[in-house]
C-alpha cells in the first residue's frame, strides 16, 4: 500500500531540492588526494586563459581563478553554509591564482573540484525529468541507478552525472594534447566533483517514505527530504573541517576518505554509474539513521538548517546519541571510502590515458 502511495505522491511534486552534493568538495578532495603522490611531479603549472568552447552549461557562467568578492557573495554567511567560513570570519578552503602565475596540480584538483557547484549547471533545461531531480543541478549532479524506486522513471536509471563525467573527461584530453596542462587538471577536477557527488546516497536515491506526512504529502516530500539531505552534508563538512583543524569526535572520519582501493577503470562513465550503485546501496539506511540522530526538528515543513551550536552538541554527542553518531558516522564512512575509491581509480586511469606519470 505504502508503495503505490508513494508512486502518486512522486509523481505529483517536483522536488526543489538544494544540491550542494557534498558540501566542500574542495576539503573532500584534499584529503583523498594526499593518497595520489605522483601529482608531486606537476607542482609548476601556469595558469592558462580559458580557449573552450563549451555550449553544455549555464550561458551566464563565468570562469573564476581566484576568489574575489564576487564569489564570497555566492557563499554567504547566513549560517546556513558555515563551514566555508574560518571561526575568525575569514575565508577558506578555495583561493585559487590569476592567469600567469604559478600553481600545482593539486591545488587546481582541490579548488576546483567545487567548481560544478558554483551555478555552472543551472539556468537551463535538459529533461523533463530533471522536475524530479531539484532542477537542471540537481538533474546533473544526482543519478538514480537502474532499479531503484523513483519518479519519473520508475525503475530506469536518471540524471546525467555519467556523461558529465564522459564530457569533461574528454575535455582535458583535448586540453592536455595542446599541452595546456592547467585546463587539463581543472577539467579532471570537474569530474572529480560529480563522482563525489555520486558516492553521496542522498544524490544515488530520490526519497524514503519515512519522509512523507500522509497528511501533506507533496509539502512533505520536498521539504523533508532537502532538508535531511542539506543537514547531513553541512553536519559532515563541519566534521571533516573540525577535525581538519585538530578538532576530534570520538569517531573520526578523515582515515576514511584515505581508504579507497585503487580499482580498474572501464571508463568514466561506467566508473561514475558503478559508483552511484555502491552509494545507492546504503541509501535506505542513510535516510533512517539521518532521522534518528538529527532528530524530528527536520521533520518540519519549513526549511531547517543546521546552525554551528546544534552541530557541536551532535559533535560532541553523549550517552544514547554517541551510539546514533557511531552508526551515522559508520555509514558516512563507508560512503568516504566508495568517493576516495572512485577518485582515485579515476586519476590513476586518467595518468594511463593522457601519460601523466
Ligand atoms: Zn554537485
Known amino acids: 500500500m505504502k508503495i503505490s502511495k508513494l508512486i502518486l505522491v512522486l509523481f505529483l511534486i517536483f522536488l526543489s531540492i538544494s544540491v550542494f552534493g557534498w558540501s566542500r568538495h574542495n576539503l573532500i578532495t584534499r584529503i583523498i588526494l594526499t593518497e595520489a603522490t605522483w601529482l608531486e611531479k606537476y607542482n609548476e603549472i601556469t595558469v592558462t586563459p580559458y580557449t573552450y568552447t563549451d555550449t553544455t552549461i549555464n550561458p551566464e557562467f563565468k570562469i573564476y581563478y581566484e576568489l574575489s568578492e564576487e564569489m564570497k557573495k555566492k557563499f554567504p554567511d547566513d549560517g546556513k553554509f558555515f563551514d566555508y567560513y574560518k571561526e575568525d570570519g575569514s575565508y577558506y578552503g578555495y583561493i585559487g591564482k590569476k592567469v600567469g602565475e604559478k600553481t600545482s596540480a593539486y591545488e587546481i584538483l582541490c579548488d576546483y573540484s567545487d567548481e560544478p557547484d558554483w551555478d555552472m549547471d543551472k539556468n537551463m533545461h535538459h529533461a523533463f525529468n530533471q522536475k524530479f531531480m531539484g532542477g537542471p543541478q540537481g538533474f546533473r549532479h544526482m543519478y538514480y541507478p537502474f532499479g531503484s524506486f523513483k519518479a519519473a522513471n520508475i525503475i530506469f536509471a536518471q540524471g546525467d552525472t555519467p556523461n558529465r563525467v564522459e564530457f569533461y573527461f574528454e575535455k582535458s584530453r583535448e586540453a592536455f594534447a595542446k599541452g595546456d596542462r592547467y585546463w587539463g587538471f581543472r577539467f579532471l577536477a570537474r569530474c572529480i566533483h560529480y563522482l563525489e557527488d555520486v558516492s553521496n546516497p542522498y544524490h544515488t536515491k530520490q526519497t524514503s517514505s519515512k519522509f512523507i506526512h500522509w497528511n501533506d504529502p507533496v509539502a512533505s516530500t520536498t521539504t523533508v527530504t532537502a532538508n535531511y539531505h542539506a543537514v547531513w552534508e553541512v553536519y559532515f563538512a563541519n566534521v571533516l573541517t573540525y577535525e581538519y583543524k585538530g578538532k576530534t569526535s570520538n569517531h573520526p572520519m578523515i582515515p576514511f576518505l584515505r ?58 554527542a553523549k550517552g544514547e546519541k554517541e551510539i546514533q553518531q557511531k552508526e551515522i558516522h559508520d555509514l558516512c564512512s563507508e560512503a568516504y571510502v566508495i568517493a576516495s575509491g572512485a577518485v582515485l581509480s579515476f586519476l590513476e586511469y586518467s595518468a594511463e590515458e593522457f601519460k601523466l606519470r
Open 259 to 316: 581508504k579507497g582501493k585503487i580499482e580498474k577503470v572501464k571508463d568514466p562513465k561506467s566508473l561514475t554509474k558503478q559508483t552511484a550503485r555502491k552509494s545507492c546501496a546504503l541509501a535506505k539506511k542513510c535516510f533512517k539513521t539521518s532521522i534518528e540522530f538529527f532528530g524530528k526538528d527536520y521533520d518540519v515543513l519549513v526549511d531547517r538548517y543546521i546552525n554551528e551550536d546544534e552541530f557541536t552538541e551532535l559533535y560532541y
